[in-house]
């Protein structure tokens, strides 16, 4: 199944990505407020966009504010306008995303960082649909439908005091949680493919690498903290980083500095003092039974493994016994 938002494609056949489509398209039909709460990365504004396009409202602006964003003092003019001189800066007077909007759809983006003092006003605007820019006491009447999203605990914020109780009730007419990508099975590998062919496309290439079975398992199984938007950058930086045919490893953690790995790895810094024979008895016991356990038992490759002769292998093997 695919859609087209006017700015992305979305596509997924699992079950849960399904049953959430046909949440949001019952949602759009009823013209009433909708709280989306999703992890990073899950794709909220496209479900937002989602929510408008399939809505009456979708020859209307689609006005979208990440209030993550902007500071706390900046909030309110970008909601709701100001008036030339309201403050330093305002060298001219401008419309907030509630004029914008107007007729259309507001989307508040990380919605629980607003401040409660400019919450207060966004409730009288969603009671009234009416408010007044900074720094004017013109009254000015919008028609506006919001859609919030966010990944906090809203009704945790409400009890500590950080998110009106009053908004939230206006806000939440339906509220709708977005699969996250961990539970969505194979949309993890259709996804994939798409983002490969785009960063392919991107990159003036005819044909786009394919996946190996290794990778193909590591797609399934990682875990996907940063959702769709981790999973993008991960194929992407392997397609751009690929230049045979096929990628047979992925860089889960671009952050991760390999060469701190190995040197904790192979030399962690010891505790004072050290038994150096005890630790180079371990050391060698330790390798002896992993060649073992690589080479299924036949001390004559394990020995190959280690680059030591048959003889040598036994000898070291039988002392590691005695010595345990």
């Known amino acids: 199944m695919a859609y087209n938002s006017g700015t992305q494609d979305a596509l997924g056949e699992s079950e849960v990505f399904l049953d959430f489509q046909h949440l949001l398209r019952q949602a759009a039909r009823v013209d009433r407020p909708v709280m989306l709460i999703g992890e990073r990365g899950s794709g909220k504004e496209l479900a937002a966009s989602r929510l408008h396009y399939l809505s009456s409202r979708w020859n209307s602006p689609f006005v979208a504010l990440n209030c993550a964003a902007l500071s706390p003092g900046l909030i309110e003019s970008e909601l709701f306008g100001h008036e030339r001189g309201s403050f330093t800066g305002a060298s001219e007077q401008r419309k907030g995303r509630f004029e914008e909007a107007d007729r259309g759809t507001l989307f508040l983006d990380e919605i629980g960082l607003i401040p409660i003092e400019v919450q207060e006003k966004i ?26 999203a966010t990944n906090q605990d809203l009704p945790d914020l409400c009890s500590r005091g950080m998110f009106k109780r009053d908004l939230l009730d206006r806000l939440s007419f339906e509220v709708l949680f977005l699969p996250p990508l961990r539970e969505r099975g194979n949309d993890i590998l259709k996804l994939a493919d798409f983002f490969a062919v785009k960063m392919s496309r991107e990159l003036g290439r005819d044909t786009p690498p394919t996946f190996s079975e290794y990778v193909l398992g590591l797609l399934i199984t990682h875990p996907w903290p940063g959702n769709i938007r981790e999973l993008k950058n991960t194929v992407e930086r392997a397609v751009y980083r690929e230049e045979g045919s096929e990628i047979s490893d992925l860089i889960l953690d671009p952050f991760q500095n390999p060469w701190e790995q190995k040197s904790e790895t192979r030399f962690p810094w ?21 060649a073992l356990d690589e080479s299924d038992g036949h001390q004559g490759k394990a020995a190959e493994l280690l680059s030591l002769s048959y003889d040598q292998f036994r000898g070291l093997y039988r002392k590691s016994i005695s010595d345990s």
Do not use: M
């Open 123 to 148: 409730l009288r605007a969603v009671e009234y649909g009416s408010f007044q820019r900074v720094g004017s006491s013109r009254t000015i009447e919008v028609n506006v439908r919001i859609i919030g």
């Open 270 to 290: 010891p505790e004072w003092p050290v038994n150096l024979k005890d630790e180079v008895r371990d050391l060698e016991a330790q390798r002896l039974h992993q």
